[in-house]
Structures are given as structure tokens and as C-alpha cells.
């Protein structure tokens, strides 16, 4: 596991905290920074100072233990979504191209014009209840797919695929494949500075993640913790 750029420090500490003076809570805080940091804690002198700072590294490492058991359940999540939805598209993508296969005709047959007329239409309704009837488009699916990866994040859900989305998102398909998309947002997910988890208090939204020089420095790495 990488090493995280913050350590969660709980309130609840203040009451033995106060018991200590400036000085020595200065040289809590400092030893707890250092720890964040290096994985390292100071040796002092004091033993009781020395069992409050243990407890609260104790503290810290099960918040990460935690976190981390989180992040690898997301992303075994994720990744049985995305393998499901491109079984599910290539199923999709079968059945579409035998409907036109067996809804085909003779544009050249001068005689059949308003047959075919009629033909196209109703292949055109055949379509049209059929795509209706499975209530599972693409954007739809994705919706599903990109809210159930970061469902164990405070990242912004999306419920709608407006035309600039669906826009950016083919975009993105297009250039860079649907194996890369899943790639960012196990990147993301696994972001404290993505996720907001820092002071700055950043989060990565779907429009921003779909830039593609957002999406690129995502893949490159720019984020990683």
C-alpha cells in the first residue's frame, strides 16, 4: 500500500491532550506528523507521553487498515461491474445486428418502394420499443456502473447523461477504451486529493474527470497518493 499524505486525528483526544503542556503537545503533534510521513515515531522521555501517542498511532492504523479494506472491496467491485456491462453491451451489439440483418430489403426493386417504405418504418418502431422495453441504454448502464464505483467515496453522483456527457464519454471510449475508464476510477477512488480528503478539499466530478487532460493525467498517474 502506498504511502498516504494524511492521518486522521479524532476530537475525542482533547481531554488528555490538555492535560499536557504546549510544549509537550507540540512535540505530540510533531512526533504524529513525522509518523504520517515517515512511519517513524520519536523516542520520549516521558512514558505516559509515550503511551498517548501510541494510542493514537494505534487509532491511525486501523482508520488505514480500514480504508484500505474499503478501497479493495471497491475495486473488486468495480471490476465485476465493468466485466458485466461489457458482457452485457456485446450482448446488446449481437442482438442489434441480427435485427437488422433480418429486417434487411431491396433498396434497388423500383416496384417495392412504398413496401419498403412501410418496411422501414416499422423497423423503426421494432427498434425503438425494443431499446425502450430494455431500459438499459449505455448512458444508462454507465450511470449505474460510474455511481456504484464511488459509492463508498463522498464523490458527487450523477443522474443524468446530458448530450455533452454522452458526448465526452464516447470521446473518451473512443481514444482511450473502456479497460482505461475503469483503470481512472479505480486511480480515483484510491485519491485522497481526488476523493477530497485533503485541505484543499478537491473533489473530482464526472464533467472534470471527462476532460480528456483531466482524464490523461488521471491515467499518467498525476493523483496517485
Known amino acids: 500500500m502506498e504511502k498516504p499524505k494524511a492521518i486522521l486525528v479524532y476530537v475525542d483526544i482533547r481531554k488528555n491532550l490538555e492535560l499536557l503542556s504546549d510544549d509537550e503537545a507540540g512535540k505530540v503533534f510533531k512526533a504524529l506528523i513525522k509518523y ?7 523516542q520520549f522521555e516521558d512514558r505516559a507521553i509515550t503511551v498517548f501517542v501510541n494510542s493514537i498511532v494505534d487509532q491511525i492504523e486501523r482508520d488505514r487498515k480500514k480504508y484500505a479494506e474499503r478501497c479493495e472491496k471497491a475495486r473488486r467491485s468495480q471490476q465485476i461491474r465493468w466485466e458485466k456491462q461489457r458482457e452485457d453491451t456485446t450482448h446488446t451489439d449481437t442482438n442489434v445486428y441480427s435485427r437488422n440483418e433480418s429486417y434487411t430489403f431491396d433498396t434497388n426493386n423500383n416496384t417495392d418502394t412504398d413496401n419498403n417504405t412501410e418496411t422501414i418504418k416499422d423497423n423503426e418502431k421494432r427498434e425503438n420499443y425494443r ?11 454507465f450511470i449505474k456502473w460510474y455511481n456504484g464505483q464511488i459509492q463508498y467515496t463522498e464523490l458527487p453522483k450523477i443522474s443524468k447523461m446530458t448530450a455533452k456527457r454522452e458526448k465526452a464519454l464516447k470521446d473518451i471510449i473512443g481514444e482511450f477504451g ?8 479505480s486511480k480515483i477512488i484510491n485519491s485522497n486529493y481526488l476523493c ?14 471527462f476532460k480528456r487532460e483531466n482524464f ?10
Open 216 to 225: 490523461l493525467k488521471i491515467k499518467e498517474g498525476n493523483y496517485d497518493d
Open 196 to 209: 477530497g480528503n485533503t485541505s484543499k478539499r478537491f473533489k473530482a466530478t464526472f464533467d472534470w474527470v
Open 131 to 141: 431499446e425502450n422495453a430494455s431500459g438499459s441504454s449505455l448512458s444508462d448502464n
Open 178 to 185: 473502456k479497460e482505461d475508464i475503469a483503470l481512472v476510477m
Open 36 to 42: 504520517g510521513d515517515e512511519g517513524t515515531l520519536p
